[in-house]
């Protein structure tokens, strides 16, 4: 009994120091998400004063655009548990290449992405929207696709950085973009600092300056701070090697997949009801934005599962990998329950600070519901999902996404 007792209280302190861990690692990557994801709600809040139809092109252009992004870089967070497996296991010289192998990568799969968002045409004939708003959506989406290589480049880094449980960079990076981004959207869509206001393009030119500053604060800190001098990504510069390239692939491909379906799940409905108004589709966008804000919680909880579980795997220890695990869906469970509670408590002022239009705010405020109410599951498969990849198992995980969010969630 007294064994029993003993193991009970190793394994309690197993887990308490698995879920401090978590948090420790969370906190940064969850405001580096948030600023992220602030820059669509930037996007979001100031076209809501322009007008309907400013904030109806945003709503499709962002959607289809962050579709893209995530469907790329999905494939390239396949970098992030090949490396924290390498770093559990004390293989620390093997690191640096695996950098340079996803930047190759990076740089192949920009070609497609810009060119699918300089030629929308495809998707735009799905939806039956107004002129106005469709040449205000080609316009988003072809400055956006000059952002399009600097964002797979710093994402890219992004994996590196959390896999090695350094995610602080991140949120200094990703708050300073926000700040800068919220008042260069201001400037540009609303006050007009290049002459005329530029609405929705000038939310865009925005997004693209911002990415590319991102971009050369990733290479500086690469370069000179603790990591290069540590892992030295810039030295010893590999050429595209296909066997590092077949197993982040493997990885990748079908890590992209799930989140294109994930993502897609809320970005065709926009596409689907763009027919029923430019007031339909913005209270829509604005929902879809909170059910994002809301999603990072559970996110950064789980790229942190993935990193101290990758670590933990590459190292063989699997206790505290089956601590890790608990610890990330018991803390992603509470914690979202909480935030689906207090977003349905505060839905009015909050949709409020989006818009000044009664029928938007009318639309959104009878789908905030909806996302309150899912919370609790959404978290549980997010870190089920980003636990499993440490395991390096991607390609079952796809296929029950495509079944939930295709099969089921779009009928």
Avoid at 77 to 98: C, I
Avoid at 159 to 181: D, E, Q, T, Y
Avoid at 190 to 214: K, Q, R, T, Y
Avoid at 265 to 273: E, Q
Wanted: proline letters at 4%.
């Amino acid at each position: 009994m007294s064994s029993f007792r003993g193991g009970m209280r190793k394994w309690r302190a197993m887990l308490i120091a698995a879920a401090r861990g978590l948090i420790a690692h969370a906190l940064p990557i969850l405001i580096a998400q948030l600023s992220s994801i602030g820059m669509m709600v930037v996007d979001t809040a100031v076209l809501g004063h322009v007008s309907a139809t400013d904030l109806a092109a945003v709503a499709i252009g962002g959607g289809i655009h962050i579709s893209v992004v995530f469907a790329l870089v999905g494939v390239l967070q396949a970098v992030a548990p090949v490396v924290a497996n390498l770093h559990g296991a004390g293989r620390d010289g093997e690191v640096a290449p695996v950098l340079q192998q996803g930047f190759w990568l990076a740089a192949l799969l920009t070609v497609p992405g810009v060119l699918f968002l300089l030629h929308p045409g495809a998707v735009l004939g799905l939806a039956g929207m107004a002129p106005a708003v469709e040449i205000k959506v080609r316009a988003y989406l072809g400055l956006l696709a000059w952002g399009l290589p600097a964002a797979l480049a710093y994402r890219t880094f992004y994996a590196f950085c959390n896999a090695l449980g350094k995610p602080r960079v991140l949120m200094i990076i990703g708050l300073l973009s926000l700040i800068v981004h919220a008042g260069l959207a201001w400037g540009l869509a609303l006050e007009g600092w290049f002459g005329e206001p530029m609405g929705v393009a000038g939310c865009a030119l925005s997004n693209v300056i911002i990415a590319w500053s991102a971009c050369l604060g990733a290479a500086l800190y690469l370069h000179f701070g603790p990591l290069g001098a540590r892992y030295q990504p810039f030295r010893h510069w590999q050429r595209p090697v296909w066997s590092r390239w077949r197993t982040l692939l493997r990885l990748g491909l079908p890590m992209g997949f799930s989140n294109l379906v994930e993502i897609t799940a809320f970005t065709l409905v926009a596409l689907f009801i763009a027919a029923l108004g430019a007031e339909v589709v913005a209270g829509h966008r604005i929902v879809a934005n909170l059910a994002a804000l809301a999603y990072m919680l559970p996110l950064s909880l789980a790229i942190a599962t993935l990193s101290l579980l990758g670590q933990a795997v590459g190292a063989r220890d699997w206790l505290s990998a089956h601590a890790v695990v608990k610890a990330g869906m018991l803390l992603a469970g509470m914690s979202s329950s909480l935030l689906g509670l207090l977003l349905w408590w505060l839905a009015s002022p909050i949709v409020a600070a989006y818009t000044d239009d009664p029928a938007v705010r009318a639309v959104a405020l009878s789908l905030v519901g909806y996302v309150a109410a899912y919370q609790f599951f959404d978290a549980l498969q997010t870190v089920a999902g980003h636990a499993l990849r440490a395991y390096r198992v991607t390609f079952v995980p796809m296929l029950i996404q495509v079944f939930c969010f295709w099969g089921i969630g779009l009928l």
